[in-house]
């Protein structure tokens, strides 16, 4: 029962390094979102991706935040040069059709990235 | 932009009361969402609503969509101690918007 898998769970980086964040979809599911989520907060939409295209990135900072999601392999959310206004929990979620189908999302274990 | 409002942020009852956590959005939606994150977990999905008025059960959980399509609520009788989370409403506007989160209830209960 493949779920939503991220990877890592936790990632500590130094401020100024780079933050790699991997999700793999459901089995069939080819569209992929981030969230965001500061403790106590709600999810704060980021990029939306379906294979190899983004679809919508009006959540994504415009600077140091990048997302792909190749043809093959996960998708990667990239942080560069981290700042510690940077650590949160990000979710990825990833549903069967688009947002057009209302389709409900399914969400990874997340990846808490703390910026020391 | 389009907001999506819950309250209240915090509930607290005893075991065995209701709970009732409302959402309200600015505009009008398509659909609704309701998904609940267990403390340290991640949000997983309940229930969506996409007609006016609509109301579906869930066991001990009532899920209703105003006539406006603008609010929606969550109520949860006679609630136990594996209700604890945080119960987030999402809203979607138009056929192609993305899922809009509240900022959610968190949900405590005293045994």
């Known amino acids: 029962n493949a779920g939503v898998m991220q990877n890592p769970r936790h990632l500590v980086r130094r401020r100024g390094q780079e933050a790699r964040l991997r999700c793999s979809p459901m089995k069939g599911h080819s569209h992929v979102y981030w969230y965001r989520q500061l403790p106590e907060e709600g999810l704060k939409f980021m990029v939306y991706l379906q294979k190899e295209n983004i679809i919508d990135e009006s959540g994504m900072p415009k600077e140091r935040f990048s997302a792909e999601f190749p043809k093959e392999g996960p998708s990667i959310l990239r942080i560069q040069q981290v700042v510690r206004g940077d650590s949160a929990a990000y979710f990825c979620?990833?549903?069967?059709?688009?947002?057009?189908?209302?389709?409900?999302?399914?969400f990874g274990n997340g990846t808490r990235l703390t910026v020391t | 932009g389009q907001q999506v409002m819950q309250i209240p942020q915090y509930q607290h009852v005893q075991e065995g009361e209701d709970f009732t956590t409302y959402c309200n959005s600015s505009t009008t939606l398509s659909n609704i969402q309701w998904y609940k994150q267990r403390p340290g977990g991640h949000p997983v999905f309940l229930i969506q609503l996409v007609k006016s008025g609509e109301v579906k059960k869930q066991k001990r959980l009532t899920f209703q969509f105003g006539e406006a399509k603008k609010n929606s609520s969550l109520h949860i009788t006679a609630t136990q101690t594996t209700d604890v989370g945080t119960y987030f409403c999402a809203g979607q506007r138009g056929s192609q918007g993305n899922l809009i989160f509240g900022k959610g209830t968190k949900l405590s209960v005293k045994p």
């Open positions: 979620a990833s549903s069967q059709s688009g947002t057009g189908d209302n389709s409900p999302l399914h």
